[in-house]
Nanobody, 119 residues
């Protein structure tokens, strides 16, 4: 399972740091990252990172957000700086996990954490 923490209320221009830890039966974790969803809209990619550190950001957060991970600790973080009102959303941790050798991977999601940017 994936457990997130770190959401909350922040003023425009402020910063927040989201954390996510994976636990349970895990053989290997492939990509990890973060998605977000606004009510009435589809869930969208924010940032994704491979085990070797290759990163993909959404154009809307590039240069403001930083994703990082610790492979051994099975954790991923999202540092969000220069936050804007339009960053308000529920943020979901994501991991592509292989639970046993020889099995295909499955997508796992965190419970979601609310990030609200407002003055």
């Amino acid at each position: 399972q994936l457990v997130e923490s770190g959401g909350g209320l922040v003023q425009p221009g402020g910063s927040l740091r989201l954390s996510c830890a994976a636990s349970g039966s895990i053989f290997r974790i492939n990509d990890m990252g973060w998605y977000r969803q606004i009510p009435g809209k589809e869930r969208e990619l924010v940032a994704r990172i491979t085990p070797s550190g290759v990163i993909k950001y959404s154009d809307s957060v590039n240069d403001r957000f930083t994703v990082s991970r610790h492979n051994f600790e099975k954790k991923v973080w999202l540092q969000m700086d220069s936050l804007k009102v339009e960053d308000t959303a529920v943020y979901y941790c994501y991991a592509d996990i292989v639970t046993e050798w020889g099995r295909p991977s499955d997508a796992y999601w965190g419970q979601g954490t609310q990030v609200t940017v407002s003055s």
